[in-house]
């Protein structure tokens, strides 16, 4: 998990609350991703950033936000449009440059999200 | 559309044991594979990865993946198991061609047990 924070680590949310998800990596990686993982559903991809102030949804982007206004960080908020939002929530990082297919993706250790 | 398929949600070996983890994919064009592991309430870790060249891929924690393009499968072996390989593991794949910011497509996982 070196280099990828994410915080915080347990976090739960009031029906009809935004909720932001901090991740901060210092390897000055260019791409950035947001997880979901859901029992038995593997990981899917959220939104995702290649570079700074530019952002993709990915395949469950609604009732997400996200903003990269800098390098290292890549907030993520779970909306009141969100109505499933009980997950475990993971961040990810890679190199850019015009071979990032190839490039590793490493993960923070990941924040649990639970309903109230 | 791009998938990868873990046929087993759970194996069970002996220690000592050789272990074999099944993967398979479906993509368009070339496919970058990549194995992680997860352990509880953590983020995920990077095993091992192929891109190109030879089919035996080696990685770490004595860790090694075939990659069979005939079979389109990559499944993950280790020739003796620990105890402390027990975890959650992911294969992943990423389509040489895809347009979409090089996204992961994750399998399901499967939940690998090892004992004494």
């Known amino acids: 998990d070196g280099g990828i924070t994410q915080s915080p680590k347990y976090l739960f949310r009031k029906e009809g609350q935004n909720v932001t998800l901090s991740c901060e990596q210092n390897?000055?990686?260019?791409?950035m991703y947001w997880y979901r993982q859901d029992p038995g559903q593997g990981l899917r991809l959220i939104y995702y950033?290649?570079?700074?102030?530019?952002?993709q949804k990915g395949d469950i982007a609604e009732g997400y936000s996200v903003s990269r206004e800098k390098k290292e960080s890549f907030p993520l908020t779970v909306t009141s449009a969100q109505k499933n939002p009980t997950a475990f929530y993971l961040c990810?990082?890679?190199?850019?440059?015009?071979?990032?297919?190839?490039?590793?993706?490493?993960f923070g250790a990941g924040t649990r999200l639970s309903v109230l | 559309a791009q998938s990868v398929a873990q046929p087993e949600d759970q194996v069970n070996v002996a220690e000592g044991n050789p272990l074999t983890v099944k993967c398979t994919y479906s993509?368009?064009?070339?496919?970058?594979l990549f194995w992680y592991v997860q352990y509880p309430n953590r983020g995920l870790q990077f095993l091992l990865k192929?891109?190109?060249?030879?089919?035996l891929v080696k990685g770490s924690y004595g860790f090694e993946a075939e990659f069979n393009k005939s079979q389109t499968s990559f499944h993950l072996k280790k020739p003796s198991a620990l105890v402390s390989d027990s975890a959650l593991y992911f294969c992943?794949?990423?389509?040489?061609?895809?347009?979409?910011?090089?996204?992961?497509?994750f399998g399901q996982g499967t939940e690998l047990s090892v004992k004494p």
């Open positions: 990810a990082s890679s190199m850019g440059g015009s071979g990032y297919k190839r490039n590793i993706q490493y």
């Open positions: 390897l000055n990686h260019d791409a």
């Open positions: 950033s290649q570079i700074v102030n530019d952002f």
């Open positions: 993509v368009s064009g070339n496919p970058y």
């Open positions: 192929y891109i190109t060249g030879d089919n």
């Open positions: 992943a794949v990423r389509d040489e061609g895809d347009n979409q910011g090089g996204k992961l497509i």
